[in-house]
């Protein structure tokens, strides 16, 4: 039995929806919210578990008689509680039910200390917690997903506009979100991932303003690039702080992803695909085959 939190999210959802097509259709218990639309994941044969990730006994049930759990939920904005709480729990709780492998969802640039970027330093400190936790484990740091660039391409194909906050040469290597799950449910298998922190990324070193140009490909449209200044981001972190500080670390996280580098080296991408055995997918073909271009 797996247990996949953040089940109904971009990646859990390809997570469980991968389990289920495996051969033999892995028994899979998909922890979600009630106001989260879920009917894919019962129809697909999952085991549904409502409940609240900020509540340790539904945490604590969720956990009873899982083999392997997966951890893919993020926060929005509460990350002491949801990034950093509940996954300690998670893995207090994988040692209690003799858990044999856990994975969890980080973020490329964990490990780089912003200050300012609350999620960046819960998921570090996560993974401090677990590398100790005598579990086996392996500890993935995506990079920008496709998956969520897929908005801004319909956008794209009604206006031809393309909005880049920051610098456009900033450097990015955005991973496959149906090659992240791959590798997800891989990692509980694959002796080479076993107690390892790896770095996730798509096979080639992007540019920013490189991802309005595949659009343009995929479109044969010329992309109209808004390139606004990153103290845009300032300007409103300062003035929402007075109203909501929540709202203003959130912003802090954004603000860390926008101004500065988040990509893997080609060495790292070759050790990912020895690992895993395949060979990752493009960014660009991830957009034609969602958008059947």
Request: aromatic share 8%.
């Amino acid at each position: 039995m797996f247990l996949v939190t953040g089940a109904t999210g971009g990646i859990g959802r390809r997570v469980v929806r991968l389990l289920r097509q495996r051969e033999r259709e892995q028994s899979v218990r998909a922890f979600v919210r009630l106001t989260s639309r879920y009917s894919e994941l019962e129809h697909r044969g999952a085991e549904i578990f409502i409940g609240d990730l900020l509540e340790e006994k539904d945490i604590q049930k969720a956990s009873r008689g899982v083999r392997y759990i997966i951890s893919a939920h993020g926060s929005d904005r509460d990350a002491l509680s949801l990034d950093y709480r509940a996954n300690i729990e998670l893995i207090d709780q994988a040692k209690v039910n003799g858990v044999e492998h856990f994975v969890f969802i980080s973020v490329l640039g964990a490990d780089r200390g912003y200050e300012d970027a609350p999620v960046f330093k819960a998921k570090r400190a996560v993974e401090r917690y677990l590398a100790a936790s005598g579990l086996n484990y392996t500890i993935l740091r995506p990079s920008g997903l496709a998956s969520n660039l897929l908005p801004l391409v319909e956008r794209f194909r009604e206006t031809g506009l393309y909005l880049l906050i920051g610098d456009r040469k900033n450097r990015t290597s955005i991973v496959s979100t149906d090659d992240l799950a791959r590798i997800v449910v891989d990692s509980v298998t694959v002796e080479g991932a076993r107690n390892q922190i790896l770095p996730v990324g798509g096979p080639e070193i992007l540019l920013r303003e490189d991802i309005p140009r595949i659009f343009g490909r995929i479109f044969t449209k010329e992309p109209v690039i808004i390139n606004s200044p990153l103290f845009v981001i300032d300007g409103l972190q300062s003035a929402l702080g007075l109203f909501n500080p929540q709202i203003q670390k959130a912003l802090g996280t954004y603000r860390t992803l926008l101004a500065n580098e988040f990509f893997c080296t080609k060495d790292e991408i070759a050790n990912l695909e020895a690992i895993y055995n395949f060979q990752l997918e493009t960014l660009e073909n991830f957009l034609r085959r969602y958008l059947a271009v």
